[in-house]
């Protein structure tokens, strides 16, 4: 009840003043440290609900699967998924993951989009020019570009495609020339930039008109990874091979210059020539990995920073008797972990395509923290994230 009218007016006003100055008093003090009076919560944070493992599996056997580990209670589980063969890379968008693989019958490939998290299948996509589908990038919510890798009777790669996709139907509709090898894709400015792992070239192809407007010549070996940083500069990795060392080579998509070179001092790669580098957006660092197992990877993770176009640091893999190699990196931002799939030793001492896998989980020093058993020849990681 409001006594106001009952007083004298002079009270009144004394006392509806001294309210007002008040109220003023209590909110200050929340306006200088952004509060807000009449919410009791707006933040919202980003949490990792799940770490996704793509297992390649046996060729022979057409056994590719995916192992979601979940970190909140350290337990994987392991999902046969219909409809894969084997496995090359993974993609997440909108709630689906679109798994790119290999068939044995004619070595050509298709991709399967598996929804999340149940990972059923909702589609599939075929006929790539009969050539192996390597990598895949978006470039609208209707159309997707999937680079191509043809090789010759000798199983050397010559030039090749992309392949462009209809999502709204699933089908690809029409492919464009690109260089020799090509591997990973990204969409940056209205382009897409295809690594050219034979050609060491960068393929520039308009998203507008699906035409090739140029090439860079990138002066490194084996371009194999491509991102765009939160600067939009496009960063390739390459793997080097021969007397040539890995390196991150970052490239204006708008004037197509290099701009910057960070050196890694080694062969950067796959032990089962998948994922050889990975890109956390939130921590603004790219991951690669030299981890190989014939004689080329040094068992080397390095950090570049993208903010500076830097070599942060270089990390050793933790050593363990029963794991050899490296076959795939994924950084998790919100936990500050970082994920590296194994092979396991098989009883010839070398590397076991046939068993499976281990991923293991690291600290931002290297130091071991957990791990967990993957599918045979574990070969990407990615992470799932909801917002609370």
Same mark, same amino acid.
């Given at each position: 009840?409001?006594?106001?009218?009952?007083?004298?007016?002079?009270?009144?006003?004394?006392?509806?003043?001294?309210?007002?100055?008040?109220?003023? %008093?209590?909110?200050?003090?929340?306006?200088?440290?952004?509060?807000?009076?009449?919410?009791?919560?707006?933040?919202?944070?980003?949490?990792?609900?799940?770490?996704?493992?793509?297992?390649?599996?046996?060729?022979?056997?057409?056994?590719?699967?995916?192992?979601?580990?979940?970190?909140?209670?350290?337990?994987?589980?392991?999902?046969?998924?219909?409809?894969?063969?084997?496995?090359?890379?993974?993609?997440?968008?909108?709630?689906?993951?679109?798994?790119?693989?290999?068939?044995?019958?004619?070595?050509?490939?298709?991709?399967?989009?598996?929804? %999340?998290?149940? %990972?059923?299948?909702?589609?599939?996509?075929?006929?790539?020019?009969?050539?192996?589908?390597?990598?895949?990038?978006?470039?609208?919510?209707?159309?997707?570009?999937?680079?191509?890798?043809?090789?010759?009777?000798?199983?050397?790669?010559?030039?090749?495609?992309?392949?462009?996709?209809?999502?709204?139907?699933?089908?690809?509709?029409?492919?464009?020339?690109?260089?020799?090898?090509?591997?990973?894709?990204?969409?940056?400015?209205?382009?897409?930039?295809?690594?050219?792992?034979?050609?060491?070239?960068?393929?520039?192809?308009?998203?507008?008109?699906?035409?090739?407007?140029?090439?860079?010549?990138?002066?490194?070996?084996?371009?194999?990874?491509?991102?765009?940083?939160?600067?939009?500069?496009?960063?390739?990795?390459?793997?080097?091979?021969?007397?040539?060392?890995?390196?991150?080579?970052?490239?204006?998509?708008?004037?197509?210059?290099?701009?910057?070179?960070?050196?890694?001092?080694?062969?950067?790669?796959?032990?089962?020539?998948?994922?050889?580098?990975?890109?956390?957006?939130?921590?603004?660092?790219?991951?690669?990995?030299?981890?190989?197992?014939?004689?080329?990877?040094?068992?080397?993770?390095?950090?570049?920073?993208?903010?500076?176009?830097?070599?942060?640091?270089?990390?050793?893999?933790?050593?363990?008797?029963?794991?050899?190699?490296?076959?795939?990196?994924?950084?998790?931002?919100?936990?500050?972990?970082?994920?590296?799939?194994? %092979?396991?030793?098989?009883?010839?001492?070398?590397?076991?395509?046939?068993?499976?896998?281990?991923?293991?989980?690291?600290?931002?020093?290297?130091?071991?923290?957990?791990?967990?058993?993957?599918?045979?020849?574990?070969?990407?990681?990615?992470?799932?994230?909801?917002?609370?």
């Amino acid at each position: 009840m409001d006594f106001a009218p009952f007083m004298p007016r002079t009270i009144s006003s004394l006392l509806r003043t001294s309210a007002r100055r008040l109220l003023l %008093l209590c909110l200050l003090p929340l306006a200088l440290a952004g509060c807000d009076l009449f919410e009791e919560d707006d933040d919202e944070s980003v949490v990792t609900t799940g770490a996704v493992v793509a297992n390649s599996g046996n060729f022979s056997d057409q056994d590719g699967s995916i192992t979601v580990f979940n970190p909140q209670d350290s337990t994987a589980t392991l999902n046969d998924a219909e409809g894969i063969a084997f496995i090359n890379s993974v993609t997440l968008r909108n709630d689906q993951l679109f798994v790119v693989d290999n068939t044995q019958a004619d070595n050509s490939g298709r991709i399967t989009v598996l929804d %999340l998290p149940g %990972l059923n299948r909702v589609g599939q996509i075929a006929n790539f020019d009969g050539s192996p589908p390597r990598s895949l990038a978006f470039a609208s919510d209707e159309k997707a570009y999937i680079t191509n890798q043809s090789l010759n009777s000798n199983f050397q790669p010559v030039p090749s495609t992309v392949s462009i996709v209809d999502l709204t139907t699933n089908a690809p509709v029409d492919s464009v020339p690109v260089g020799s090898g090509p591997e990973g894709i990204a969409v940056a400015g209205g382009r897409a930039f295809v690594a050219n792992s034979a050609d060491g070239t960068l393929s520039v192809i308009d998203t507008e008109t699906d035409s090739v407007d140029a090439g860079v010549d990138l002066g490194c070996t084996g371009p194999n990874e491509v991102f765009v940083d939160e600067e939009n500069e496009v960063a390739v990795v390459c793997e080097g091979g021969g007397e040539a060392t890995g390196e991150v080579v970052f490239v204006d998509p708008s004037t197509l210059q290099v701009r910057d070179r960070v050196a890694l001092g080694a062969v950067v790669g796959s032990a089962n020539f998948t994922q050889s580098a990975s890109y956390s957006s939130s921590a603004e660092e790219i991951y690669a990995i030299s981890g190989g197992v014939f004689g080329s990877g040094t068992g080397e993770i390095f950090r570049i920073n993208t903010d500076g176009n830097v070599l942060d640091t270089t990390l050793q893999v933790p050593d363990d008797p029963q794991l050899t190699g490296m076959t795939a990196v994924g950084y998790d931002g919100v936990s500050e972990s970082l994920y590296v799939a194994r %092979l396991p030793v098989g009883p010839d001492g070398g590397a076991s395509f046939s068993s499976r896998g281990t991923a293991v989980l690291l600290n931002r020093n290297g130091n071991r923290v957990g791990s967990f058993e993957t599918g045979i020849a574990p070969a990407h990681i990615t992470f799932l994230r909801d917002t609370r």
